[in-house]
């Protein structure tokens, strides 16, 4: 008799990512969470389906664009998506686009992939890819 592999359940879990603009301009921003977003669903094998929500947090400096309006973009136009202000903490990275996706998944809090691009690689260098 073969054992049987154990059945992996479904629970809801929270995905990170993070990326920088150079300015202050709508296209960019938008442009540069539509690459995150696509990021994060791509290393994580998502479909729309699994994402429950995402709240997207901006650095003040940042006010020409609402992140969401990049997922937008990518058709999540059913998901439920929000955008707040970081607390402007001194020293902290300036034009900072910051991702919480939550999802529905089986996979393990360890076999999530967070995603940090751009200048955003210096939040969580442990999680970001090395350079090819």
């Known amino acids: 008799m073969v054992a049987s ?3 992996r359940r479904w ?17 960019e921003i938008v442009t540069a969470t539509a690459e995150l977003v696509a990021a994060i669903m ?3 094998k998502l479909s729309s ?6 709240l997207f947090t901006v650095t003040p400096d940042l006010n020409a664009a609402f992140p969401a309006l990049g997922a937008r ?8 998506l929000m955008d707040a202000l970081e607390i ?3 020293g902290s990275l ?24 751009r200048g955003a690689k210096v939040l969580r260098p442990d999680l970001a890819p090395a350079e090819q």
């Open 5 to 7: 592999e154990p059945q």
């Open 11 to 27: 629970v809801t879990r929270a995905i990170r990512g993070a990326t920088t603009v150079t300015h202050n301009d709508r296209e």
């Open 42 to 44: 791509e290393q994580n």
């Open 49 to 54: 389906e699994e994402i429950v929500s995402i």
């Open 73 to 80: 973009r990518l058709g999540l136009t059913l998901v439920p």
């Open 88 to 90: 402007p903490v001194p």
């Open 94 to 117: 300036p034009k900072c686009i910051r991702c919480l996706m939550h999802i529905n998944t089986d996979l393990t809090q360890s076999e999530i992939n967070h995603v940090y691009l």
